[in-house]
């Protein structure tokens, strides 16, 4: 555990094994397209915005890329490395006003994701995708948001790695 600014900060991630090109997949995750795909119901029960596609704007470390969501709000996201084919890892930055479970502001607050990243190995046919995201909660209220905070964004980053393995198989 860390602290940072009066949060708890932890690491989650999710790997998948993937039947396709690591050009393809690098493409899906760089310049993400999902909005065809169903979220999870809980995601709506939870006033969780479905994400609908993300764009580069500027590829390479200290780029740009776009996340938008069924809310109509955006993550203006930072590269934070750009190794093609290996690994891609963003700041989150959420745009004010960007909530979650009906008040969680994400932009500031409680709840925090500062990061996320995509690490790529592949192996013959078979690629695999690991999605972590760096999230921080407020050390006050830690123990009582620490596990439902996990189970949500472990359920998130499975139904994006899963996306992701449709579009690229």
Known sequence: MTFKKGHIVKTLGSTIDINGQPETIWENITNVKIEQFSDPTIFKLLDIPKPLKAEIISEGQGGRRIAYFDSGKKFM???????????????????????????????????????????????????????????????????????????ILKAFQRYLLNSIKKNSE
């Open 77 to 151: 996201q930072e590269i934070l490395v750009w190794q093609p084919l290996t690994e891609y890892s963003f700041s989150f930055n959420p745009e004010k006003g960007f909530k979650v479970l009906y008040f969680f502001e994400l932009s500031e607050g409680v709840f925090q994701i500062p990061t996320g990243a995509y690490y790529l190995t592949t192996a013959g046919q078979i690629t695999s995708l690991k999605l972590t995201t760096t999230y921080s909660i407020d050390r006050r209220l830690y123990f009582l948001f620490n596990i439902p905070a996990r189970i």
